[in-house]
């Protein structure tokens, strides 16, 4: 059990690092490293701020509520969206950022909608279809479908927009 949870964990740090360095090599090695430290730390202010706030923690854990964070909901919360992660980081090395600002404006909208998309869907339709499983796989397939729709419309725009330039600079005055 322990080597399983341990190979996931490898898989999904080794995607998430990867993820990265392909990015890197259009962006720069910043941009991308920063936006997994930022989303480890949005993660664990999120879950605290629904644990502590919201006091959304089992009648067991209240006493203890700080260790349970640390311990158990920042981690797999964490983790769960860790594939979200990476389709951010590959929608945004598959939309061409051409500057590093430009990387980063569509990593800080991409980690926004990690926090603020599964917190809406969980909210609209979790009375009905309840949390899970399946939840996830919905929640993670949604989001990498906004993300990778997001850089498609993004770098067809910029195309269109470089194809324009390129026409009034081969215009006769």
């Not at 910043?30 to 006091?55: E, Q």
């Not at 590959?90 to 950022?97: D, I, K, V």
Request: overall charge positive; proline content about 5%.
């Amino acid at each position: 059990m322990i080597t399983t949870v341990f190979l996931i964990l490898l898989i999904l740090a080794t995607g998430a690092v990867g993820a990265g360095c392909v990015l890197a090599k259009r962006a720069g090695p910043v941009v991308p490293f920063a936006f997994i430290a930022a989303y480890v730390l949005v993660m664990g202010a999120s879950t605290f701020i629904s644990i502590r706030v919201f006091d959304m923690v089992d009648p067991k854990f209240r006493a203890v509520w700080v260790k349970y964070w640390l311990d158990l909901a920042w981690p797999v919360e964490t983790i769960a969206f860790v594939p979200s992660a990476i389709c951010a980081l590959l929608a945004c090395w598959f939309s061409r950022p051409l500057t590093q600002r430009d990387a980063a404006a569509s990593l800080g909208v991409y980690l926004f909608l990690i926090i603020f998309v599964p917190i809406g869907v969980k909210w609209a339709l979790g009375p009905y279809i309840g949390q899970g499983l399946w939840f996830l796989v919905g929640v993670l397939a949604l989001l990498s479908t906004i993300f990778f729709a997001m850089a498609y419309v993004k770098r067809v725009a910029e195309s269109e927009q470089h194809d324009l330039s390129a026409l009034r600079d081969n215009s006769d005055p």
